[in-house]
């Protein structure tokens, strides 16, 4: 009879995918799909089928041009399978941020 491991020892395996993963949480995602429509939002996590989900996201439909404003959809799963184009902001660097007082 085997024994499974704890469910914390099971989640705090560390991987170098799940460490790039973990690096784009909360990061601003655009995501475009299949039929021009583009989400952006913040990211949340994945699932295995790799569906994206995003929180605090608003919807563009760049087709509509009487409409150009976004409509917010709040939280998303975007299926994998009708994802055209992912893009991430880069991580802000927090030295650049930072200010001097003299």
Do not use: C, H
């Not at 799909?33 to 995003?54: E, K, Y």
């Amino acid at each position: 009879m085997s024994v499974s491991p704890p469910l914390s020892e099971t989640f705090t395996k560390s991987t170098p995918a799940i460490e790039s993963l973990q690096a784009l949480l909360r990061q601003t995602m655009r995501v475009t799909v299949s039929d021009g429509r583009v989400f952006l939002g913040s990211f949340a996590g994945t699932d295995q089928p790799l569906n994206i989900l995003l929180v605090n996201t608003e919807e563009y439909q760049p087709k509509r041009e009487e409409n150009l404003d976004g409509r917010y959809v709040g939280q998303v799963v975007i299926p994998w399978r009708l994802i055209v184009k992912i893009e991430a902001e880069p991580p802000r660097d927090p030295a650049r941020n930072a200010q001097i007082y003299i």
